[in-house]
């Protein structure tokens, strides 16, 4: 309990988007929750996206991505996300804030990485994109629906792919995701 003047307040103590859902683990495929710390939404105003991007370049060491594409490595990445960039990993440089527009978004996205060799298969069954390796590459990014939810989907690597969501909606993500994961292995299993 916390005293604030003459009441008390209870201490409240933040919880993670999917806490106490994830990991999940099938068969070689897991589903984990990404700690992040930093989301921002940059949004440059009209006629600075080059000075934008080479102050991401500057602080961050990336720039601005191109449509559906994501820049940047494992601790700091800018993924396109439609009407904006979402950079991950690190807050924005001030200076960018007198050419973009700028939002915390720390709290607001549920993020997951699904992984293992059939991730594919398990994002065949809710997404209606074509998400094979051979069409969608290391560093796509996509705006799409997964099952009834929209997604910003960003393949990381070769078996795993990086799953965006609003943070009120993490629990039905995940579980669409479970069931999917659930009946993939079953099938792969079944026709061994």
């Not at 990404?34 to 080479?54: R, V």
């Not at 990086?162 to 909606?169: A, G, H, K, N």
Request: with cysteine; net charge positive.
């Amino acid at each position: 309990m916390i005293q604030m003047e003459k009441k008390c307040m209870r201490s409240l103590s933040a919880l993670r988007p999917a806490a106490g859902l994830c990991p999940v683990k099938f068969d070689g495929l897991e589903l984990v929750e990404l700690d992040l710390s930093y989301l921002f939404s940059i949004s440059p105003f009209p006629g600075f996206e080059k000075k934008c991007s080479a102050i991401l370049k500057e602080n961050h060491g990336l720039h601005l991505p191109k449509v559906c594409r994501a820049t940047g490595n494992s601790r700091v990445r800018a993924i396109w996300f439609g009407s904006f960039t979402l950079l991950v990993g690190e807050k924005p440089d001030l200076a960018i804030t007198d050419l973009a527009a700028v939002t915390d978004q720390s709290d607001a996205w549920c993020s997951l990485r699904l992984r293992g060799k059939c991730v594919e298969e398990v994002l065949q069954r809710l997404c209606p994109i074509d998400v094979r390796l051979s069409k969608f590459k290391t560093g796509y990014v996509a705006r799409t629906m997964l099952g009834l939810l929209h997604v910003t989907i960003h393949r990381s690597g070769k078996e795993q792919i990086d799953i965006y969501s609003y943070r009120s909606m993490s629990q039905t993500l995940v579980n669409e995701i479970t069931y999917s994961m659930k009946k993939t292995v079953n099938i792969i299993t079944q026709n061994f």
